[in-house]
């Protein structure tokens, strides 16, 4: 039982790290140099700022750059997300953690 309540702990604990993971890639995929920028945006954005994004219209300076500008940060999100997927299905598939409540066979 107390394997069990460890590994959803660990599930939540992947679960939290996961959506921190995404929020960081979701905009990084639509990060542009800060030479591309409209003259009007880029007055707006701070000095110094490598790269941005444009988000529900507004403009965001990107620090970590673009994806070709920072190539390892950007595969290390990549895959930290795939690891937090892949252990989310592999403790749901192997029933350790959390498990459906309508399983009989289930301690």
Do not use: K
């Amino acid at each position: 039982m107390r394997a069990r309540i460890l590994w959803g702990l660990a599930q939540v604990l992947v679960t939290i790290v996961l959506f921190g993971a995404f929020f960081n890639f979701a905009p990084w995929i639509a990060t542009e140099p800060i030479g591309d920028a409209p003259p009007g945006a880029r007055a707006t954005l701070p000095a110094g700022c490598p790269a941005f994004s444009v988000n529900h219209g507004t403009y965001i300076c990107e620090w970590h750059g673009t994806a070709t500008e920072n190539p390892l940060g950007f595969y290390s999100n990549a895959a930290l997300i795939l690891l937090c997927w892949g252990f989310l299905l592999f403790t749901g598939f192997t029933g350790c953690g959390f498990r459906n409540p309508q399983d009989r066979n289930v301690l």
